[in-house]
């Protein structure tokens, strides 16, 4: 069975162009409910712990680069099958294969400025919200 949670950050790119309503709107409007949720600054060191997972890859060093050029907004969110129910409201990570009407194809610049991010497991969502939130900062 899915889980009920999920996490999600607005990206550096979509918090500059002052998207954060819009994008939240939707989300809510999809009827996630939002447990915790903070606008923060990643540092270099929290990015690259963050995109760990990365590290090999050869966008790695981009990547912490990008997340670090400004603000995020993190929150954990909440619905019945809500990683596979976030992943179809923002839409592919490359804005131009999205589907009409999903976050990335109405927000994103490109692939690498894709917006919005959200967990693709449920353990991921687990781990990515407690890198996030403490259990005090969660309703």
Do not use: C, W
Not at 38 to 52: C, N, R, V
Not at 75 to 93: M, Q, S
Not at 117 to 133: W, Y
Request: glycine share 8%; proline share 3%.
């Amino acid at each position: 069975m899915s889980g009920k949670q999920t996490f999600t950050m607005i990206k550096p790119d979509a918090v500059e162009k002052n998207y954060i309503g819009a994008i939240l709107k939707q989300i809510t409007e999809a009827g996630f409910r939002i447990k915790a949720m903070k606008y923060t600054k990643l540092s270099t060191e929290g990015a690259g712990k963050f995109y760990e997972v990365h590290k090999e890859r050869p966008f790695y060093d981009e990547l912490v680069e990008y997340m670090t050029s400004g603000p995020i907004v993190a929150a954990i969110l909440e619905k019945d099958n809500a990683v596979a129910d976030f992943r179809t409201l923002i839409g592919a990570t490359n804005p131009e294969e999205a589907a009409e009407g999903t976050i990335r194809k109405l927000y994103a610049e490109s692939i690498s400025a894709n917006a919005i991010h959200g967990s693709d497991s449920d353990e991921n969502a687990a781990i990515e919200g407690n890198f996030f939130f403490s259990t005090l900062e969660r309703f």
